[in-house]
C-alpha cells in the first residue's frame, strides 16, 4: 500500500476560530476583558502577571514575550534551572498556563451544533475528511496525520466520519491506515491528561459526538467536563488535576519528549515509508528544531518521495521547506498557495485521482 503523510500545524485550526501563535494573547486577553467564568479569571490573571514579571527581568534578552509558546518554554526551563524561584512557584504556574491554553482555545473554537443539540461537522474539516477518503478509495493510499495542534478538531472529524484516530501512546496500539489513522499528535493534546502514575490517557471524542448539549447552534465545548472524567487506564484512577497534556515545541526538555516517545517513533516510521507528504498550514519555525532532526532521520529510508505538497495562503513558507529537504526532493516540491479549508479539489487534481480522457 503506497503511504500518504499529512502534516498539519495552526492554519489548518483557524477555520474554526483558533487562533494562531502570534495573536494567542492578544485574543485570550480581549476574551478577559469580555469577562469569562470565575473558574478560570484567577489563571487568566496569573498568566498576564507571569509575563510582566517576565517583562521586568528579561529586559535583556530578544525573548518573544507575545509568543504563548516561547513564555510556556521559558518557564519550564526556568524551573529546570531554578532562575526566579523567589518569584514564580513553578510547580503551580505550569499547569496554569497548560489551563489558560486549554480555556482559551475552549472559548474561541466555536463547533455547529443542529436542532437536535447534536454535534454537525463543519464544512472544511468535511472536505478534508473526503479528501482522505477519496485517495484511499481511488489511489489506494494509507492515511496517516502527524498534528501540531493541540486541539481537537481532526480527531472529531475524523470520529464524525467513522474513523479513529489512533494516538500510539501505547505500545499496544496499531493502525490499519483506512478505518484506523494514525493521528500523532507531537506536543500533545487538549483531550489527553497524565495521571500521577506517569501514565498519560485520553477521552474518546466519540464522547463528544454522542453527547447532547444545551445549546443549538455555533458555540464552544467544555473539555474540561470531559477530562474530569478519565480514568488511568494503569492505577485506574481519576485524574486529580485535569491538565491537558501540552509540550512546547521550544527548547523542548528530553524528559517531556519521552513521554511522547512512541508518537515521535511512529511519526518517524511513517516519513519512513511515506511516499506523498503533504504539510498544511505548517509554516516551520525556525525554532522548530525537533521536527527538522524529525523529518532528516524519519525521511532516511528507501522509500522514495513522490511529491511534497506544500499547503499555506503565505507563499513565502514553501522556501522553508527547501532549505529542510534534499535536492531530489526539491524536484518534488509542489506549493499551493491556498487555505485548508479550499484545498480538497487542488489536491485531488495533484494526485490525478480521476483522470480527464482525451
Known amino acids: 500500500m503506497n503511504k500518504t503523510v499529512f502534516i498539519l500545524g495552526a492554519g489548518t485550526s483557524v477555520c474554526s476560530g483558533a487562533?494562531?501563535?502570534?495573536?494567542?494573547?492578544?485574543?485570550?486577553?480581549?476574551?478577559?476583558?469580555?469577562?469569562?467564568?470565575?473558574?478560570?479569571?484567577?489563571?487568566?490573571?496569573?498568566?498576564?502577571?507571569?509575563?510582566?514579571?517576565?517583562?521586568?527581568?528579561?529586559?535583556?534578552?530578544?525573548?518573544?514575550?507575545?509568543?504563548?509558546?516561547?513564555?510556556l518554554a521559558a518557564l519550564e526551563i526556568g524551573q529546570v534551572i531554578g532562575a526566579m524561584n523567589d518569584r514564580i512557584d513553578y510547580e503551580r504556574v505550569i499547569p496554569i498556563f497548560k489551563r489558560f491554553i486549554l480555556k482559551t482555545l475552549e472559548l474561541k473554537i466555536k463547533y455547529d451544533f443542529n436542532s437536535e443539540h447534536r454535534f454537525v461537522l463543519s464544512q472544511g474539516y468535511e472536505q478534508f475528511v473526503s479528501l482522505i477518503r477519496t485517495l484511499m478509495q481511488y489511489k489506494k493510499?494509507?492515511?496517516?496525520?502527524?498534528?501540531?495542534?493541540?486541539?481537537?478538531?481532526?480527531?472529531?472529524?475524523?470520529?464524525?466520519?467513522?474513523?479513529?484516530?489512533?494516538?500510539?501512546?501505547?505500545?499496544?496500539?496499531?493502525?490499519?491506515?483506512?478505518?484506523?489513522?494514525?493521528?500523532?499528535?507531537?506536543?500533545?493534546s487538549l483531550n489527553w491528561t497524565k495521571c500521577e502514575c506517569g501514565e498519560i490517557n485520553y477521552f474518546d471524542v466519540?464522547?463528544?459526538?454522542?453527547?447532547?448539549?444545551?445549546?443549538?447552534?455555533?458555540?464552544g465545548i467544555n473539555l474540561m467536563d470531559f477530562l474530569r472524567k478519565v480514568s488511568c487506564s494503569k492505577c485506574f484512577a481519576l485524574s486529580p488535576k485535569h491538565e491537558p497534556v501540552i509540550i512546547p515545541p521550544i527548547f523542548n526538555k528530553i524528559n517531556q519528549q519521552r513521554e511522547l516517545q512512541l508518537v515521535w517513533r511512529q511519526a518517524a516510521n511513517e516519513l519512513s515509508e511515506a511516499e506523498n507528504i503533504i504539510v498544511i498550514g505548517y509554516s516551520l519555525r525556525e525554532s522548530d528544531y525537533?521536527?527538522?532532526?524529525?523529518?532528516?532521520?524519519?525521511?532516511?529510508?528507501?522509500?522514495?518521495?513522490?511529491?511534497?505538497?506544500?499547503?499555506?495562503?503565505?507563499g513565502g513558507v514553501c522556501n522553508n521547506?527547501?532549505?529542510?529537504?534534499?535536492?531530489d526532493v526539491e524536484n518534488k516540491l509542489i506549493d499551493i498557495g491556498g487555505r485548508f479549508e479550499d484545498c480538497k479539489d487542488i489536491l485531488i487534481e495533484k494526485f490525478e485521482v480521476f483522470k480527464k480522457h482525451t
Open 290 to 314: 525537533f521536527f527538522k532532526y524529525l523529518f532528516a532521520l524519519g525521511a532516511a529510508s528507501k522509500t522514495r518521495i513522490e511529491k511534497f505538497i506544500v499547503v499555506n495562503p503565505d
Open 206 to 219: 466519540a464522547d463528544i459526538l454522542q453527547a447532547r448539549f444545551s445549546d443549538t447552534g455555533s458555540h
Open 19 to 71: 487562533p494562531i501563535i502570534s495573536n494567542f494573547l492578544k485574543e485570550a486577553r480581549e476574551l478577559y476583558y469580555q469577562g469569562i467564568d470565575e473558574s478560570s479569571h484567577e489563571d487568566f490573571e496569573t498568566v498576564f502577571q507571569i509575563i510582566s514579571e517576565f517583562q521586568e527581568v528579561l529586559i535583556k534578552s530578544t525573548v518573544d514575550l507575545d509568543d504563548i509558546e516561547v513564555i
Open 141 to 188: 493510499q494509507g492515511i496517516s496525520i502527524i498534528s501540531f495542534n493541540y486541539d481537537i478538531n481532526i480527531d472529531i472529524a475524523l470520529r464524525y466520519r467513522n474513523m479513529i484516530p489512533i494516538y500510539f501512546l501505547k505500545d499496544s496500539e496499531s493502525s490499519n491506515h483506512t478505518t484506523s489513522i494514525p493521528l500523532l499528535k507531537l506536543h500533545g
Open 321 to 327: 521547506f527547501r532549505k529542510l529537504i534534499s535536492k
